[in-house]
């Protein structure tokens, strides 16, 4: 089972997904290969979770084509599952059980002995820092608390490929490091990530290679630093002007930066050298109330492509 | 090491089973749900499991051993003389049958699916959809179960069992809540809000009122008797009356039939449902 590097794992060629006449993913084509971390950005209702739960063979797809582990999800789904490890957005945690028994009761859903396990959840719940915890109701732990079980969870069977949709949202700082770090461990292990995530550091952090989605279809694909090159400046200017007044000078802004950006609460202008953009800003007059020039990253590609902004 | 790249105890244990028929929907892992349901039922009311059980058995007393002084003597099939008591006991017991397993199948199942979201981690799961019925169908059906034996251990001693085929009532009473549990479990997957939950209810005490349990059935007209004799109740009350009493020919194999096909039924339904509803 030592496999090339070069393995692919997931397949999807014109995968699409329907709800009645609602078209929720459209068409897209991707490949994930063993070993990699591959990251899904998007929007709202992009079709994320959807695409996750194809690949989790939990929906069905209603066109193209879909293989996971070279098999096909339609017909083979609970061995495909065997293989996954599923972190779905909404935890899912069962409420009638303590914590520790999450995981052992979701174990013994694979068949997994209760000897296995019964090592198996000591080792996760200090994965998930909760082993003082172990006998809480899973209603009785607190949000982040509830997603780092959801987490240890997905890991009961030993995955090959971990599915994450979202999997930091509603932890704190510190907990949201640690997670980070415990995936690395996992890639280094040669565990397959997919993860969803509206954090850009995150995907900047964790993913090798990521699609930005938006309306179930793929804007763009590639690494991080590739989609920025491709899509972004080398360098962002950020200026205030005060709420009313960002729409009043943005004709005079456009014809200093390549290209701007008008936000509710700022302007963002694109360019090669911000400091020089900022020095021309000003002697041409304009006195914006806070500046900041900074590099250029995942987000400023993100709404560019979707003329979005991530963090709602 | 939380993972590892040899083939995973869960792949292995999965592909063992990749040949069989039917692999796609089922794992073999059913009893795992019941597992499960031992766990959750550790905490749970206490008060509300007795109290189905406790139903029955009020009727037994108030009717069999109350009214029963006023009726007398019935006569059972072949012509002998039955207590009253003795007459609606087994009825009584297919009706414990009964409860156990529709109290289960129906409203926990239904808080389960709407509220609780735990089917959609159990076939995130290497399970299949039909575990997942079949498990939860299991477990109902245990309630059945548990009610007919507390109801046995009850009407036995007060020589209410008359003779060895008696015996034979409790698979019967098992075989009663297994196809209520299914049916059960089938119905109330296509329903969606309360309203339609308390047909339900609605529908079960007519049936447990009319369907040969507290006077027989010969008192109707002939159209209303054919269609009490197409009920399930009807079908488990006269398959253990008959056990009871000791009239004992084929035609009973009749009533099994009528469970297991109902048995059969439920499943598939339950199992076409669940993935129709979670796995979309
Ligand atoms: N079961 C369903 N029935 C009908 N429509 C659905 C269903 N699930 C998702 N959708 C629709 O499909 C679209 C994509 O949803 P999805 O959950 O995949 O988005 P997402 O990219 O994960 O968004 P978010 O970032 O908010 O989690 C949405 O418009 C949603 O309303
Ligand atoms: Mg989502």
Known sequence: MFAKDSEVVIRAKNLTKKYKDFVAVDGIDFEVKRGESFGLLGPNGAGKSTTMKMISSVSQRTGGELTILGKEPNTHGPEIRAHLGVVPQKDLLDRELKAWENLFTYGRYFGLSRKFLKQKVEELLEFAQLTEKRNSKADDLSGGMQRRLAIARGLVNEPEILMLDEPTTGLDPQARHILWDRLFRLKEQGVTLVITTHYMDEAEQLCDRLIVMDKGKIMAEGSPAALIKQYSSKEVVEVRFGTDKNEKFAPQLEELADRIEVLPDRILLYTEKGEELLTKIVDAGLHPVTSLVRRSSLEDVFLRLTGRTLVE | ?280
């Open chain 2, 1 to 280: 090491m939380i993972t590892q790249l040899v083939v995973s105890q869960a792949v292995a244990i999965q592909e063992r089973r990749s040949a069989r028929p039917g692999s796609s929907i089922y794992s073999g892992r059913a009893s795992m749900l019941l597992e499960r349901g031992f766990r959750a039922f550790k905490s749970s009311n206490w008060m509300v499991v007795l109290s189905g059980f406790v139903e029955p058995v009020l009727y037994l007393l108030a009717f069999g051993f109350g009214i029963g002084q006023l009726i007398g003597n019935l006569e059972d099939g072949l012509g002998r003389p039955v207590s009253y008591a003795a007459f609606i006991a087994p009825a009584l017991l297919a009706t414990s049958a009964m409860n156990g397993a529709v109290y289960d199948s129906t409203w926990n199942v239904f808080f389960k699916m709407h509220f609780g979201k735990i089917y959609q981690v159990m076939l995130s799961s290497s399970l299949g959809p039909m575990d997942v019925a079949l498990g939860e169908i299991g477990w109902a059906l245990l309630r059945g179960v548990a009610y007919s034996l507390g109801f046995m251990a009850i009407v036995t001693p007060l020589g209410l069992v008359t003779n060895a085929w008696g015996l034979l009532a409790i698979p019967a009473a098992s075989l009663i809540a297994f196809g209520f549990a299914s049916i059960g479990m089938a119905i109330t997957s296509y329903l969606k809000s309360f309203q339609q939950m308390n047909w339900v209810t609605f529908f079960m005490l007519p049936m447990f009122l009319f369907s040969g349990t507290f006077f027989p059935v010969s008192v109707y007209p002939q159209w209303i008797q054919m269609i009490v004799q197409a009920l399930p109740l009807w079908q488990g009350v006269e398959l253990i009356r008959s056990l009871m009493l000791g009239i004992v020919d084929w035609s009973l194999l009749g009533h099994v039939a009528y469970f297991l096909v109902m048995i059969a039924g439920g499943l598939w339904f339950t199992t076409v449902r669940l993935k129709a509803l979670f796995m979309r």
